[in-house]
């Protein structure tokens, strides 16, 4: 079964350049959740899209934004990295807002 | 405001034992949510079960099953005869009715020993 495919898997940056993360939900389904799991914590909401729109804002630092495209993909760009933000960024995605099927997530460390 | 408390920061278990992961939640909603996810070394999320607030019925799954208790706000995760595998990260989560954000305990640490 196809499953939700997040890109890249591992990332490095230096402090104050920018990331760009990208999720590929699971076909047919209408929401996408994007959240940040620092190490050691648990995963932290930032910001959800339902069909295209964004629904919902977590705690998601004015440095980063989201978007979903009308194919349904979408993307988290960050810009100004700190070291702070080195954490597994997850995405997900959910049939009609019932359980939350996650990626495999993105490894970022900020040198 | 919603929040989901896992009291238990870190379980070692020696294979074969049976063991219990505690979920206490809060949530003003009368229609709610709760989740468990597995996260295993490699760092993935991996969903277990959803449960919502109008049914109790326990869910047994194999060697995993759950205990849904509303009268005491509990979901609790018990693991018969575990196994090295099952060494992991478990979070219990909340979600409400409407938009579905998920609230996350601070998760258990589960080892199992050989």
């Known amino acids: 079964a196809a499953g939700v495919i997040q890109s890249p898997r591992h990332l490095i940056k230096e402090k104050r350049e920018t990331a760009t993360l990208k999720c590929y939900p699971i076909?047919?389904?209408?929401?996408v959740y994007w959240y940040q799991q620092g190490p050691g914590q648990d995963p932290q909401f930032l910001i959800s899209?339902?069909?295209?729109?964004?629904?919902d804002k977590g705690s998601i630092p004015d440095r980063f934004s989201a978007q979903q495209f009308s194919d349904y993909h979408s993307e988290l760009n960050m810009s100004s990295l700190e070291l702070g933000d080195s954490a597994l960024y997850f995405c997900?995605?959910?049939?009609?807002?019932?359980?939350?099927?996650f990626g495999q997530g993105t490894r970022l460390t900020v040198v | 405001a919603q929040k989901v408390t896992q009291a238990q920061t870190e379980i070692s278990v020696v294979e074969k034992e049976d063991v219990t992961l505690d979920c206490v939640y809060e949530?003003?909603?009368?229609?709610?949510?709760l989740f468990w996810y597995k996260q295993p070394p490699s760092g993935e999320l991996v969903f277990l079960i959803r449960?919502?607030?109008?049914?109790?019925q326990n869910e047994i799954s194999g060697r995993y099953s759950w205990n849904f208790q509303k009268s005491t706000s509990s979901f609790n995760f018990t693991i018969t005869a575990s196994q090295v595998v099952d060494s992991a990260v478990y979070f219990c989560?909340?979600?409400?009715?409407?938009?579905?954000?998920?609230?996350f305990g601070k998760g258990t640490r589960l080892s199992v020993i050989a």
């Open positions: 449960r919502n607030s109008f049914d109790e």
């Open positions: 076909p047919r389904h209408d929401t």
């Open positions: 997900a995605s959910s049939p009609r807002r019932t359980e939350a099927f």
């Open positions: 949530t003003r909603d009368t229609t709610y949510y």
């Open positions: 989560a909340l979600s409400d009715s409407g938009n579905t954000p998920l609230v």
């Open positions: 899209f339902y069909e295209k729109m964004q629904s």
